[in-house]
């Protein structure tokens, strides 16, 4: 869902699901300009909000394989860096009821 979002907002997929021994970025999208990590949480309906989980210790995480992507694609060129964070919330039959997407989530 979260890729769809991007793709109909004109960013292309770079890579979904980068693994790492240290950790994943969910979404590496980038459209023309832009450079975009995605931090995606989905949640079932219910108390709270899927980006109470982006605590400060995530976003350490996720800068720190943005920074080993960034140095092992070289070639790639963007002008601007950020980090995004979707929030999806699901039913309980699985159908979205919400789709959030915070552009420059954290620093």
């Not at 070289?74 to 039913?91: C, K, N, T």
Request: charged share 30%; net charge positive.
């Amino acid at each position: 869902m979260a890729e769809a979002h991007f793709q109909r907002l004109g960013f292309t997929v770079v890579a979904r699901n980068h693994r790492t021994r240290r950790g994943e970025i969910d979404l590496i999208v980038y459209d023309g300009q832009t450079i975009a990590f995605v931090e995606v949480k989905t949640r079932c309906s219910g108390p709270g909000h899927p980006f109470d989980a982006i605590h400060p210790g995530k976003q350490r995480r996720i800068r720190r394989l943005a920074r080993e992507w960034l140095a092992s694609a070289p070639g790639v060129r963007a002008r601007y860096l950020r980090f995004d964070a979707v929030g999806i919330v699901l039913d309980a039959r699985g159908r979205l009821l919400r789709l959030d997407h915070l552009e420059a989530a954290f620093y």
